[in-house]
């Protein structure tokens, strides 16, 4: 892992009053049965959030699995992102835990590019 590359507990969005924020303020872009909601921070960083549906990934595995591997190709791409935002990742359908990396990678960057956050 080289410099910047980490996945401070700062760069987090946790608290469900801040989700709302996103949810109700931001803007949303879909791809493929995910999309990502955005809204602009004063932080001058960007917090990431996850919202997967239980309805479809039942398993608690598979939910957790499917935020590792979001969590992992953002902290590798998060030099691409543009800084200042607070993004929510909702992941709906698409995908499973065996999903490989590479298409996770390239769902979150057609989510980013279509978000204008490039």
Request: aromatic share 8%.
């Amino acid at each position: 892992m080289t410099a910047g590359e980490g996945f401070s507990k700062k760069e987090r969005l946790l608290k469900s009053k801040d989700f709302r924020v996103v949810y109700e303020k931001g803007r949303k872009v879909s791809v493929g049965g995910s999309a990502i909601c955005y809204l602009e921070n004063v932080l001058g960083h960007n917090r990431l959030g996850f919202s997967i549906s239980s309805r479809n990934f039942k398993l608690a595995s598979a939910r957790n699995r499917i935020r590792r591997l979001f969590r992992e190709v953002y902290r590798r791409n998060k030099a691409e992102v543009r800084s200042g935002f607070d993004l929510v990742l909702v992941v709906k359908r698409g995908l499973d835990k065996n999903s490989p990396h590479r298409e996770v990678e390239s769902l979150f960057k057609a989510l980013i590019k279509k978000a204008g956050l490039v």
